[in-house]
């Protein structure tokens, strides 16, 4: 997608969803952490969660080319919302400490969802296939 001549309708929300990413991650680990010390199945889940968490907290600060090969749902709307819905799904369960966070990272993940469909907004930068297309160098194309 070439975002070089957007129209004046179009938003740019990058802050934001950096915000709102930044929120999910924090949340997450929190949660995991959480989990930790409720039962032989709940460890294992929160730690999951606990990576899933410290992941989306990375992808803010830095993007690694191998995250983008082999995780590239998570450079659409579409894709990071059916995954933050993941998220609050596995940890609203148990306790209100855990089913309200749950609630809230599902919520941001329909809101990601639902912008899918929105063709003003964009996405942020660390989202956009041509960010991604100037940090993929494959070792076959350098000659």
């Known amino acids: ?23 999910v991650g924090a949340l997450s680990v929190l949660c995991g952490i959480s989990q930790l010390l409720s039962g ?19 992808l803010e600060i830095r993007v690694p080319q191998e995250v983008y090969n082999y995780a590239s ?12 819905l993941l998220i609050g799904i596995i940890v609203s369960h148990d306790h209100i400490l855990r089913v309200f966070p749950g609630f809230l990272i599902s ?23 041509d960010f991604a297309a100037l940090h993929n160098q494959d070792e076959e194309d350098v000659i």
Do not use: H, W
């Not at 199945?41 to 606990?50: A, N, R, T, Y």
């Not at 749902?73 to 933050?84: D, E, P, V």
């Not at 919520?107 to 469909?117: P, S």
């Open 73 to 84: 749902f998570l450079f659409s709307f579409i894709g990071r919302g059916i995954f933050y």
């Open 107 to 129: 919520f941001v993940g329909i809101g990601y969802c639902a912008l899918q469909f929105v063709p003003n907004i964009l996405p942020p930068e660390n989202m956009r296939s």
């Open 40 to 58: 032989f199945q709940d460890f294992f889940l929160g730690l999951f969660v606990i990576f899933f968490g410290a992941g989306i907290i990375f």
């Open 1 to 23: 997608m070439d975002f070089s001549n957007i129209s004046d309708n179009t938003r740019d929300f990058s802050n934001a969803f950096k915000i709102a990413n930044f929120a």
